[in-house]
């Protein structure tokens, strides 16, 4: 299926853009910026236009979430836009109760651990997503030249919420069924895959001209877990916009000892966190454009010691075909919004060696 005529890579306005340019492997003359979680958290605009409301009905209100999406480009100046939005919302789109606990996260009322829970989750509908596709087309008719990066949350970090009920940084229960009884588990990842498939879908259909997959738990996995249980259904997710030619890009906390899985999932961006140097995952990942890694940690750290951070995280991202820069995770709450903006300006100013 082809994109729409007046999709922003159809009708030119982001094809030329630093952070397509990189992701198709291109090194553009600017290295492109963004930051994971940029929407919100730490800006007071952001806090001013939620105060008081609801996480998910911010995410399905289309005036509201595109609000929230803007605000990063127009404060920091970054190189592209990300979709407000959680991992959840397509679960919820799809009829099952869950909530948002501020301080703790997602939470279901009913875990789905058996195979009965799983027969029982329902199909999400297409016309559900008519608020994710409004929101994405009201970004993107302000955008302009700037990329909107669409939002999904991985198979396997959206199926242990479901498992365990709400967070869990150990998945004890979600490692358990993965092992014990594989074909419950492979029905569960499947239907995560696919709500999630359906969602990055919606979103590049009304604009989107690049999307990113996000799993914050797969650090957890072994090697041989991931790679047997859990890899298949990223694939599948991000199979679902194959066909449309944007580029994609795959991000995993801890997952340094799955890095050169990754591309086999269908990226052609690898998101790498803080603890592995970009040339080293470079030499993992040979001719794989690389996304990161800037430690959040160094956000509350002294400026001086900052800026040389981010001067080394560029200059080992020159080993790779192209670099995106970004946090080697997502911003903290607690940021100050000055800092980012400066990070923005700096990666701005710097020269790519590779670039005449």
């Known amino acids: 299926m ?41 800006l007071p605009e952001y806090r001013e236009v939620r105060a008081g409301g ?25 190189d592209a836009a990300v979709f407000f939005s959680d991992i959840v919302v397509p679960v919820l789109l799809a009829g ?78 979600t490692r358990a069924l993965m092992n014990s009884d594989p074909a419950t588990w492979a029905a569960l990842l499947d239907w995560c895959a696919d709500v999630t498939g359906a969602f990055l879908r919606a979103q590049v259909l009304a604009g989107a001209s690049v999307v990113q997959l996000f799993d914050s738990w797969a650090g957890s996995l072994s090697r041989a877990d991931y790679q047997r249980s859990v890899l298949p259904h990223s694939r599948r997710a991000l199979d679902a916009v194959a066909d449309l030619g944007i580029p994609r890009i795959h991000f995993g906390v801890g997952t340094e000892h799955l890095l050169d899985l990754l591309p086999a999932a269908g990226a052609d961006v690898v998101g790498v966190d803080w603890r592995v140097p970009l040339d080293e995952a470079a030499r993992r990942l040979p001719g794989v454009v690389l996304q990161g890694n800037i430690d959040p940690a160094l956000l509350f ?19 790779a075909p192209a670099h995106i820069v970004n946090l080697g995770h997502g911003v903290p709450p607690d940021t100050d919004p000055a800092v980012l903006t400066r990070i923005v300006d700096l990666v701005h100013a710097a020269k790519d060696p590779r670039v005449e």
């Open 54 to 78: 609801d996480m998910l009905e911010a995410c399905l209100t289309p005036a509201l979430a595109a609000e929230i999406t803007l605000q990063p480009v127009r404060r920091h100046g970054v």
């Open 96 to 173: 099952v109760a869950v909530q948002i606990v501020p301080g703790r996260g997602p939470v279901f009322d009913e875990p789905v651990r058996t195979a009965a829970d799983v027969a029982r989750l329902p199909a999400l509908a297409p016309d559900a997503l008519t608020p994710i596709a409004d929101a994405v087309a009201l970004v993107v008719a302000e955008l302009g030249a700037t990329p909107l990066i669409g939002f999904g949350g991985a198979p396997y970090t959206l199926a242990s919420y479901l498992v365990e009920g709400g967070p869990s940084k150990e998945q004890l229960r």
């Open 301 to 319: 750290a002294p400026a001086d010691v900052l800026d040389r951070h981010v001067t080394d995280v560029l200059r080992r991202g020159d080993a």
């Open 2 to 42: 082809p994109l729409p005529a007046e999709h922003p890579l159809v009708d030119g306005r982001t094809v030329g853009s630093p952070l397509v340019q990189a992701a198709r492997g291109e090194r553009p003359p600017v290295r492109p910026v963004w930051f994971m979680r940029q929407a919100g958290r730490s």
